[in-house]
T-cell receptor, first 114, second 115 residues
């Protein structure tokens, strides 16, 4: 069974550009989460999808970030325009069911904004 | 302030030695408690979790953790470390009454294992 897949694994862009990160969760997992780790700091929650609906987006930093989950399958996280402080590792995770506590994480996308 | 604290940023142990990674939390009600591990190039993997009951919980890869309410701690232990245990370890909590996948993480402890 395939795990959670994230693409790209690395992205280097200039300030002001747009970047789109993609996450393919494990098939059948209704819950999809985005997390971010800024260098030297803790991993922080960004948002949570249940199928195609945003359940909780309280962790999104500002309106430069837009997350979507098409048809309840894969998800994209777009940063537009990117700022220097957006640099970090973006993790995606998925889980099955409402009360399933086991998250399966992707290996992350390392985003560097220069 | 509510937080998860991992006081050790980096720990180095010799292969075969015992290991204890510390985690303290500061929340009003005891949260659900987790330990995750991230090996190089991999995603985070759940090692073990504590929800209630027996305060000593067993996990995968020979790890265990002990919940101590009086100390607000959930320390991770392993009796004998293997070179393959070199990784970054994260303590995390989920708040009771909240979504279990909405985690609050500590800053992580990087474990180096000497041969």
């Amino acid at each position: 069974e395939a795990g959670v897949t994230q693409f790209p694994s690395h992205s280097v862009i200039e300030k002001g550009q747009t970047v789109t990160l993609r996450c393919d969760p494990i098939s059948g997992h209704d819950n999809l989460y985005w997390y971010r780790r800024v260098m030297g700091k803790e991993i922080k929650f960004l948002l949570h999808f249940v199928k195609e609906s945003k359940q909780d987006e309280s962790g999104m930093p500002n309106n430069r970030f837009l997350a979507e989950r098409t048809g309840g399958t894969y998800s994209t996280l777009k940063v537009q325009p990117a700022e220097l402080e957006d640099s970090g590792v973006y993790f995606c995770a998925s889980s099955q069911g409402r009360t399933n506590e086991k998250l399966f994480f992707g290996s992350g996308t390392q985003l560097s904004v220069l | 302030a509510q937080s998860v604290t991992q006081p050790d940023i980096h720990i180095t142990v010799s292969e075969g030695a015992s290991l204890e990674l510390r985690c303290n939390y500061s929340y009003g009600a005891t949260p659900y408690l987790f330990w995750y591990v991230q090996s190089p190039g991999q995603g985070l993997q759940l090692l073990l979790k504590y929800f209630s009951g027996d305060t000593l919980v067993q996990g995968i890869k020979g790890f265990e953790a002990e919940f101590k309410r009086s100390q607000s701690s959930f320390n991770l232990r392993k009796p004998s470390v293997h070179w393959s245990d070199a990784a970054e370890y994260f303590c995390a909590v989920a708040l009771r009454g909240s979504t279990l996948g909405r985690l609050y993480f500590g800053r992580g402890t990087q474990l180096t294992v000497w041969p």
